[in-house]
């Protein structure tokens, strides 16, 4: 008799039979393969979900600040207005401020609220007829040009547009300290 006859008479006697064979293998093969499967299934959106608010653009909002009619020529009124986040499951709103300006020839320009040396906000000094940072003393005109002080750009122009006689701003926050606006 040979060992895999007397090991297999073992297994027998003992009360097991080990049947090894292609059905068996077959078997084994599935009961790894099918939880496998399963898993990438369920990981896949899961993954999808999770990783899906980094992979979204924020969306950039129109928001009404007020009526074109009201608006002084050459004379610059910080308008304020409500802008709402949605963050996931969670919507903020939060109050922004907006330096607007309307031209001689009814172009409008609205400044972000922000100096564009280091972020502080600024003012409109009337007498003067001019913008004025307190921070590090940067002065601009009503066109945004510097005049004045350490800023290394203009004033940072929002994008805006007219509907049915009502002035919309997109708001955007900017870069500090740079020669040229980089959007952040």
Known sequence: ??????????????????????????????????????????????????????????????????????????????????????????????????WVVKQGDGAITVFSPLCPHLGCGYRWDAPAKQFQCPCHGSVFDVTGKVLAGPAPRPLDVLPTKVEDGQLLVMYKDFKSGLDHAVEL
């Open 1 to 98: 008799m040979t060992a895999s006859q007397h090991s297999q008479e073992t297994t027998e006697a003992e009360g097991t039979n080990v049947s090894t064979g292609p059905r068996r293998t077959f078997f084994i093969w599935m009961i790894r393969v099918i939880p496998t499967l399963m898993g990438f299934t369920l990981l896949i959106p899961l993954l999808g979900y999770v990783s899906s608010p980094a992979l979204r653009r924020r969306v950039d909002v129109w928001s009404p600040i007020g009526k074109v009619a009201d608006l002084p020529t050459r004379e610059p009124q910080e308008l304020e207005y409500a802008s709402t986040v949605k963050d996931g499951w969670r919507t903020t709103s939060a109050k922004k401020a907006v």
